[in-house]
């Protein structure tokens, strides 16, 4: 019986125990998904980054390339994370800097959606609103990030007053 006992005992521990190391492979199931979206944005913004520092230097066609390079980072990311208002902004900015100006303003409009404030989304809008000749629009944005004592207002504004 003492056996019987002992053999019932171990039994629920190595149950006991596998249903634990169950529960934890289930539990960090959603964090591996969550670093992975998190790498994919951070990749983006890295080659987004990398492609600015290119165009500074003016060589436009290999910028270009890093911005789709991104963008498809950036698409990825945005696949497994429909709330963050950054990487809309960034799908925005290498979608207007690779010419596709359309669906850039349907990413940053998605953008403003989620994040009415968002001041990159708001200057990159406002931007690109001065390149389509809509300085009716880009006044707007400019009004949104009024007060913010922010490099996106300033920049804007002077885009705005060159026009």
């Known amino acids: 019986m003492k056996k019987n006992i002992k053999y019932l005992l171990k039994f629920f521990i ?3 125990i596998f249903l634990n190391f169950n529960s934890v ?3 960090s199931g959603g964090s591996d998904n969550d670093k992975s979206q998190a790498n994919l944005y951070k990749q983006g913004k890295k080659l987004v980054l990398r492609a600015k520092k290119l165009e500074k230097k003016n060589k436009i066609e290999k910028a270009k390339k890093l911005y789709l390079k991104a963008y498809d980072k950036l698409e990825d990311a945005y696949a497994k994370d429909k709330k ?3 990487i ?3 799908l925005g900015y ?3 800097k690779t010419g ?6 349907v990413y940053y409009l998605k953008g403003l959606e ?5 001041l990159g989304i708001n200057e990159y809008l406002g931007e690109l609103y001065v ?17 913010c004592n922010c490099e996106e207002y300033e920049e804007l504004k002077e885009l705005i007053e060159d026009k």
């Open 25 to 27: 492979y289930a539990a």
């Open 14 to 16: 190595i149950i006991s």
């Open 131 to 147: 390149e389509t000749n809509r300085l009716d629009l880009a006044k707007k944005r400019l009004e949104v990030l009024k007060g």
């Open 94 to 96: 290498t979608l207007r």
């Open 88 to 90: 809309l902004n960034y």
């Open 100 to 105: 596709n100006l359309e669906k850039a303003e």
């Open 84 to 86: 963050n208002a950054n």
């Open 114 to 118: 989620l994040d009415a404030g968002h």
